[in-house]
Structure formats: structure tokens, C-alpha cells
């Protein structure tokens, strides 16, 4: 029989958090600070509305684009929170998740031997995006001294003439770190001097702790090159609705809505009546989470200063990403040994690019009181270590 | 701050002031300061516990007694309302909108107490009309806390 499978897929290595998962999950008692979703319910709101559509019959396909009034909600609220002027019918697209705009992004955007630029450490998906679109990925690693910023100088390193895209996964997944108005603004100008396109990941944009998110699309001459990536499930906890959007030129758009038509036919019916509602009245819960998660990332950051763990301040999403280098094990091996020792189950910072070893991720979309039992073990963890060291 | 204090200590009264400073990003010295402050200009009225009863015992109950008053000329509703909230068996007393004038609050009552303060007390005050007593039959939310909820986490135990 010949080979049923693709060598680009499997080429393609499976992402890091798996085997940590498998284990993990078979073990009693863990504590994980290991989940990358809210753990705030969906407020009972939007719920609501969702389950008032299904109770009305709104069981149907959506137009292709998604439903009209939630891309003008779409529109307003990029209005209200970024100042951005986009056209509801011919610049918007609702997609499942912000990871399937990833995806058809690159696809509608990519020829084979065009180079992606990926600053990681990020979300596992930009890579394996960028190969099945049939692109080159470039890494771009980004470093702990620039509290995981991309610097224009580690841009201009990386572009080549084979350069058309730059993913900007800002705030980040899964260092936390956020890029300010200024740091855009060098980014901003090489893109428009070298003709790069944008691929702007703000899934985290409601959560950011030292004032207000600022969107690259806004900056002068970047709203015709980008690609503005969004969704639900982080700002408003609706990970499980599964629904996103990307926001940007009609020319682009209207390519992705090709792809997704194909491939999706439309993003839940449900899920949108929900996230309309969820903009129309959402604002306060979305703030009552942020200064929630604001808390708990002081309290993580004092418990880190004071078991002398060396982190940088993050001021994005919900994870903290403190350095273990100190202890002479690779990222993987702490992850495992802190496992094995305490069940804390954290995930190696190596799982989002080679540039994130050395560094766990720990997220904090946990009760403070569970934090507090897991700083609890992390700190044991680390007095065992340092203690042997010493012996 | 003042705000983000009294947000907090709503629904965690017992929070350390040195925890509280580091989740608020301030220093103990002025979480301590707004507290006493905050006391002293009536903002902060007391710092009570929340405590299912039914949980502890089964002869207590709850009321609430809707009363209509004639209003007198000069002081409105203020001084019957007094005259009632004077009663230390009652828990609240509220103005209300709508279909009649106070509404008072009876908690952790018997039976017979409720029916004696109803009938030999609010009833018999002048300028006192009318009262609906309505039993409270179950709790299940209070100060914005749900009575009996259960939490698990149901997300998977890692993400990406």
C-alpha cells in the first residue's frame, strides 16, 4: 500500500503540551496552572442570548461573513476601543475562533516560498499555519531583556525580498508581554517602508493592565496592510462558543471569505446571536474580569519576588513567564520534575518556540486560592532545589 | 482606590490588609488609612458574615412584610419609618416604589415571633394601613452569593 498520509503534516512535530497533558490528566490531585482559557464562566447574559436564539429557531446557516448585525458590532466596537473605521459588508469575516482567521489568513495571502515572519515565543499555531499554506516560516526570537517585544532591529534581521507577512501575536501567549504605541509605531515603519503585510493576533486585547490596547491597524498606513485578528473567548470567556473575526482590506477578506465558504460554510449561528450581545452590553464584564485578572497577576508577581523567582512585569493576557534557567534543567525537565514532585502542572516555555527554553508558563486564570496553594508548592519546589545545590 | 477597596472587601471582608495591598498594587499603610477613613465617614457600616441558617437550624425563618403608611405632613415617611426600624427584631427596612410604601425585613425568626411583631406591633402603630407578610420559603442567592453552588472546573487540565 502506498503512504496514505502527507509528508507535510507529518513533518509537521505536534505541539509540546501534548505529552504534559496525557500525563498530567492520568494523576490525582494536580493543581494546573497550565489552561490557556478564562476560567470566568460566559455571563449569564450572553448565555441567555444564546439560548434564546436556539429557543426562537435560529438554527440556520448565517450568511457566509457571518451575521450582518454582528459585523456592524463588530465594527463599532473597533470603532469605540481602537479607533478604527472598518466597512461592515466588505471588510469583516466571523470565523470559528481567531484560529481559523490564522489560518485562512495565511492561506488566502500565501504562495509557495513566501516567508512568514513569526516572533516567538507565541501560540503554537502561526507556524504550522504558515507550512500548510505552503510558506516559509521565519522565527524570530524574541528575548527576555526587551520583555518579549519584537524590536524593530530584530525585524529588519529577519526580512528578506521572499518576506510578505509579519505575525504580531501581541499581548502575547505566552510570555504575557505587550508592544506600547511607541514600540508599534518602529514596527509600523518598517512595514510600510519594506512592504510587509500584517498579521495581527489581538485575541488578548481586552486584557491589558497598563492602559489601554493599542491595535497596529491604527497606526498610519496600517490599516490597508493588515490583518486584524480577534474573537470572544479570552475578552468574554466564550472559549467554547468558538468564534472569532478578522477585520482588513475587502481584497483580502473577500479571499478568506472564499476559503472559509469552502472549508466552513459559516461560524455557529448560536454563537453569534451570543456575541452580539456580548458587544452590545458586554463592556463591564469584560472589565470586572480585567481588574480580576490584574489582581492575581500582582499577587503572583509579589509571591515571585519573594521566593526570588526572576520574572518581568507582564502587563497583558493572563500568564506570568518566569525564568528557570537557575536551575540547570531545560524547560521540560522542570516541567516534569515540578509534576512529579509537588502535581503542579505548569507548561514548559519551549512548547512555544525554541527562544521560550529556559522559562515556564504559568497562567493565572485561576481563584486566588488555588494560586495560592500552587505558589505554595512552586515555592517548595524551588527551596528543595536550591537547598541541594547548596549541599 | 477607594472604590477597588470596598469592590473587594464586599464579598471578602476577612482579606489581609497586606494581601489586599499587593492585589490592589498599594501599600498596606494606605489600604489601613482608607479603611479607617472610610469607617469614620460612615461609608463602611460594618462588616457582617454571611451564614446559610437553614444549614444550621430549622426553625428560623425569614420574612418580608410589605406595608402601606399614611405619610405625615412634615416628615414624610421618615418618622414611621423609624418608629418601625426602632424594633430590634427587624433586620431591614426599606422606602419602596410602587404598590405600597416600606418593605421590612424580619430574619432568623420564629414562626410565632413573626406573627406576634406583625399583629401586636406593626399592625397597631398609627399611620400604619395595611401589611402583606410574605415567608421567605428557600434562599438560594444572597449578597450575590448563590446558596448551595457548586463549582468544578470543567476545562481541560492543559491548554495552549
Not at chain 1, 438554527?59 to 476601543?81: A, D, M, P, V
Not at chain 1, 516567538?120 to 526570537?141: D, F, H, N, R, T
Not at chain 1, 532591529?153 to 529577519?158: N, S
Not at chain 1, 517548595?380 to 536550591?386: Q, V
Request: include cysteine.
Amino acid at each position: 500500500m502506498r503512504n496514505p498520509l502527507s509528508e507535510t503534516i507529518v513533518n509537521i512535530k505536534p505541539s509540546g503540551i501534548r505529552k504534559f497533558f496525557d500525563i498530567a490528566s492520568e494523576m490525582k490531585d494536580v493543581i494546573s496552572l497550565g489552561v490557556g482559557e478564562p476560567d470566568f464562566d460566559t455571563p449569564w447574559h450572553i448565555r441567555d442570548e444564546g439560548i434564546y436564539s436556539l429557543e426562537k429557531g435560529r438554527t440556520f446557516y448565517t450568511s457566509n461573513s457571518g451575521l450582518l448585525e454582528l459585523r456592524e458590532e463588530i465594527c463599532r466596537y473597533l470603532k469605540r476601543k481602537c479607533d478604527l473605521d472598518y466597512d461592515a459588508r466588505k471588510q469583516v469575516i466571523i470565523t470559528v475562533g481567531g484560529s481559523e482567521a490564522i489560518d485562512i489568513a495565511m492561506r488566502a495571502m500565501i504562495d509557495p516560498g513566501d516567508e512568514v515572519l513569526i516572533p516567538q515565543p507565541s501560540y503554537v499555531s502561526y507556524e504550522p499555519c504558515a507550512i500548510l499554506a505552503g510558506a516559509k516560516p521565519v522565527i524570530i526570537e524574541l528575548k527576555n531583556e526587551n520583555e518579549f517585544r519584537l524590536t524593530k532591529q530584530e525585524l529588519l534581521d529577519r526580512i528578506s525580498d521572499k518576506t510578505k507577512i509579519l505575525v504580531m501575536p501581541f499581548p502575547n501567549n505566552p510570555t504575557g508581554g505587550i508592544m506600547t504605541r511607541e514600540d508599534l509605531e518602529d514596527i509600523a515603519k518598517v512595514c510600510v517602508e519594506k512592504d510587509i503585510f500584517v498579521l495581527s493576533d489581538e485575541i488578548y486585547s481586552e486584557l491589558t493592565y497598563l492602559g489601554d490596547h493599542v491595535s497596529i491597524a491604527s497606526l498610519p498606513g496600517m490599516q490597508e496592510r493588515t490583518i486584524l485578528i480577534n474573537g470572544f473567548s479570552k475578552g468574554f470567556a466564550m472559549t467554547g462558543w468558538r468564534l472569532g473575526y478578522a477585520c482588513g482590506p475587502k481584497e483580502i477578506i473577500e479571499q478568506m471569505t472564499k476559503i472559509h465558504q469552502f472549508c466552513i460554510m459559516c461560524a455557529p449561528t448560536t454563537s453569534q446571536y451570543a456575541a452580539i450581545e456580548a458587544l452590545k452590553n458586554g463592556d463591564k464584564d469584560a472589565a470586572m474580569m480585567r481588574e480580576s485578572y490584574n489582581q492575581r497577576r500582582r499577587f503572583l508577581m509579589n509571591a515571585f519576588k519573594e521566593m526570588g523567582l526572576p520574572c518581568f512585569e507582564p502587563y497583558g493576557a493572563f500568564y506570568v513567564f518566569p525564568c528557570i534557567k537557575e536551575f540547570g534543567m531545560t524547560s521540560e525537565e522542570f516541567a516534569f520534575a515540578l509534576l512529579d514532585a509537588e502535581k503542579l502542572a505548569v507548561v514548559p516555555g519551549s512548547a512555544f518556540g525554541d527562544s521560550g527554553e529556559g522559562f515556564i508558563r504559568i497562567s493565572y486564570a485561576y481563584s486566588l486560592d488555588k494560586l495560592k496553594t500552587a505558589v505554595g508548592r512552586l515555592g517548595h519546589y524551588i527551596e528543595g532545589l536550591r537547598n541541594k545545590v547548596e549541599r | 482606590m477607594r472604590e477597588k477597596i470596598l469592590n473587594y472587601i464586599e464579598k471578602n471582608s476577612r482579606v489581609e490588609l497586606s494581601e489586599l495591598a499587593v492585589l490592589l498594587g498599594t501599600t498596606e499603610a494606605e489600604i489601613t488609612k482608607e479603611l479607617a477613613d472610610m469607617e469614620s465617614e460612615g461609608i463602611i457600616c460594618g462588616y457582617h458574615t454571611l451564614i446559610d441558617w437553614d444549614k444550621v437550624t430549622t426553625d428560623r425563618v425569614n420574612a418580608l412584610i410589605e406595608v402601606r403608611v399614611t405619610p405625615q405632613r412634615g416628615h414624610g415617611f421618615d418618622d414611621i419609618a423609624e418608629r418601625i426600624y426602632k424594633y430590634p427584631e427587624v433586620n431591614a427596612t426599606y422606602l419602596i416604589s410602587g404598590g405600597y410604601d416600606l418593605l421590612v425585613s424580619l430574619e432568623g425568626k420564629t414562626l410565632k415571633e413573626v406573627s406576634s411583631f406583625v399583629s401586636q406591633k406593626l399592625s397597631t402603630l398609627e399611620n400604619v394601613i395595611s401589611t402583606t407578610t410574605h415567608f421567605v420559603l428557600k434562599k438560594y442567592k444572597d449578597h450575590g452569593t448563590i446558596l448551595n453552588g457548586e463549582t468544578t472546573d470543567e476545562r481541560m487540565i492543559m491548554t495552549p
